[in-house]
């Protein structure tokens, strides 16, 4: 009988580590625990990327930051900033992205950016990781693969890029924001407040605790519900 406890009590042991490590390998390459991100924004809404409304920890080695229009604003991706530029005609200038290698900001205009690597995207297909130092741009390519290039050449990648991607983006954030309305209903208390972006939606979410006990990916499905409601 004894033998039979230690036996099931191993068996929990191994289980319990199959999990871990089962969650370690789900954990995404972009991730950074929120301690080591670094947010230039201000207010409520600032852990969330302005344009998408994605965590930006959780993809902060492809975020970027501009100041626009006087006010540092941040983006998941190069894709993001793309959009803020191209669609939403920002003014934005002195543009930073952070270093893989050090996880600091430094200037993109100066960043080795390695384009289409095995590493996944962010709000992309084709990925794009930016270094300060050339030789962890070569050496990451090396060991990923990808094409080292300048940021006005990643940039123009993204931009070619960009009807592809966001016709992805779309498709899937429609079916997140349905799943969002059946979240809402079941564990949300109702609101008629209306958003300008998805940032704002989860912001609110968080500090009026509209909804009950939201996992990440539960918590960007009712915002985006809120926000194209």
């Known amino acids: 009988m004894k033998a ?21 390998l ?14 230039v924004q201000k207010g409520q809404e600032k852990q969330f990327c302005q344009v998408c ?7 902060y080695k492809t975020n970027h930051a ?7 604003k941040q983006y998941c991706s190069l894709h993001c900033l793309v959009e803020d530029a191209e ?15 050090s996880l600091k900001f430094i200037d993109a205009t100066k ?34 693969g990808g094409t080292v290039m300048d ?14 991607d966001a016709r992805m ?6 079916m997140m924001a349905q799943k969002g309305a059946i979240i809402y209903k079941k564990m949300c208390k109702k609101t008629d407040e209306i958003f300008p972006s998805v940032a704002a939606a989860k912001a609110f979410i968080i500090k009026s605790k509209l909804c009950n006990k939201l996992n990440g990916k539960q918590l960007q499905a009712v915002g985006l519900y809120l926000d194209r409601r």
Request: no cysteine; proline share 2%; glycine share 4%.
């Open 151 to 164: 940021f006005n050449a990643a940039y123009n990648v993204a931009k070619k890029d960009f009807a592809n």
């Open 66 to 72: 501009a100041n626009v229009n006087g006010k540092e």
């Open 53 to 59: 409304g994605m965590n930006l920890p959780m993809f």
């Open 4 to 24: 039979i406890k230690i036996l099931l009590a191993g068996l929990v042991i191994a289980s319990s580590l199959v999990v871990l490590n089962a969650d370690k």
């Open 26 to 39: 789900m954990q995404l390459f972009q991730s950074v625990a929120p301690s080591k991100a670094t947010l």
């Open 111 to 144: 960043a080795y950016y390695v384009v289409g690597s095995k590493k996944k995207g962010t709000m992309s297909m084709v990925s794009k990781y930016a270094f300060k130092n050339l030789n962890d741009a070569a050496k990451f390519a090396q060991q990923n």
């Open 87 to 101: 669609l939403n005609h920002a003014n934005i200038k002195d543009i930073k992205v952070v270093d893989v290698t």
């Open 169 to 174: 983006i779309a498709k899937k954030q429609k």
